[in-house]
């Protein structure tokens, strides 16, 4: 999995180099959702894509084939992508404990995926699914505590 974290300096240091883009560029576009036509600010877009460059950031932004849309219907959209991957496979159960799960759950606790990801793991029933980290845990520690209880045996 992705660690998505990105230290404050920089940040602030591809902020500071992304304005003075702007200064330089021409033709700087205003940008609105093309949704709901909301305003968009291109610092936030930055920091919703921490890991382009400052002149990558600005291209996108510049580029006419391509369209934004805000966070609340970015929101949207992933609810209902999120639905339709629920009428695939509705529920499915802790390995562990066998709570029953929703892809809604588990989309909150694996919110660091991409919806394409998250529907590839929740429709692969060979992957295995847990409640949470303790559960996993839980789940392998019991597995290893029964190939012991065998080799013991031996
Ligand atoms: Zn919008
Ligand atoms: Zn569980």
């Not at 805000?70 to 629920?86: A, P």
């Not at 692969?124 to 045996?153: A, G, H, T, V």
Request: aromatic letters at 14%.
């Amino acid at each position: 999995m992705l660690n998505k974290k990105i230290n404050n300096a920089t940040l602030w240091d591809k902020i500071r180099k992304l304005r003075e883009l702007i200064k330089s560029e021409i033709e700087f576009k205003e940008r609105i959702c093309w949704n709901c036509g909301k305003g968009l600010n291109i610092y936030d877009f930055m920091s919703d894509n921490v890991y382009y460059s400052p002149e990558y950031i600005l291209r996108l932004w510049q580029a006419s084939v391509l369209q934004f849309h805000c966070c609340d219907c970015f929101k949207n959209l992933k609810i209902d992508e999120l639905k339709n991957i629920e009428q695939e496979l509705g529920k499915r159960c802790c390995l562990f404990c066998n709570k029953s799960m929703d892809i809604y759950q588990f989309s909150k606790i694996n919110s660091d995926l991409k919806i394409y990801e998250l529907k590839i793991l929740w429709l692969d029933r060979n992957y295995e699914l847990f409640c949470d980290n303790l559960c996993k845990r839980k789940y392998y520690k019991k597995y290893y505590d029964f190939l012991n209880k065998i080799k013991n045996k031996k």
